[in-house]
Nanobody, 121 residues
Framework: QVQLVESGGGLVQAGGSLRLSCAAS????????MGWYRQAPGKQREFVAA???????NYADSVKGRFTISRDNGKNLVYLQMNSLKPEDTAVYYC???????????????WGQGTQVTVSS
């Protein structure tokens, strides 16, 4: 059974930074791709970033150059470093564990409960 627990969300001013963490249970972590999604009020959940088991990242155009995804296989952790935050980044951010094909295709199979990120203007 895979469990994903996010942390690190909060309130930050525009231009600030936050780092989200996701702790994953299970030995599958090392061979799985990991990803982050977000959902703003009244909008559909959208892809933010993913990283393959081989550490190849992929980003949504809206966060390229500002967000960095990374993983620590020794600790079963995945991170999302978010810099230069904008009010439009406000959303609930979800960690996921899934499958990748190359560095551009990612499909989530398991989800965390989400963590709120609010960026004030």
């Amino acid at each position: 059974q895979v469990q994903l627990v996010e942390s690190g969300g909060g309130l930050v001013q525009a231009g600030g930074s936050l780092r989200l963490s996701c702790a994953a249970s299970g030995s599958i972590f090392r061979i799985a791709a990991m990803g982050w999604y977000r959902q703003a009020p009244g909008k559909q959940r959208e892809f933010v970033a993913a990283i393959t088991s081989g550490d190849r990242p992929n980003y949504a155009d809206s966060v390229k150059g500002r967000f960095t995804i990374s993983r620590d296989n020794g600790k079963n952790l995945v991170y999302l470093q978010m810099n230069s935050l904008k009010p439009e980044d406000t959303a609930v951010y979800y960690c996921s564990l899934g499958r990748s094909r190359g560095s551009t295709y990612y499909e989530a199979d398991y989800w965390g409960q989400g963590t709120q990120v609010t960026v004030s203007s």
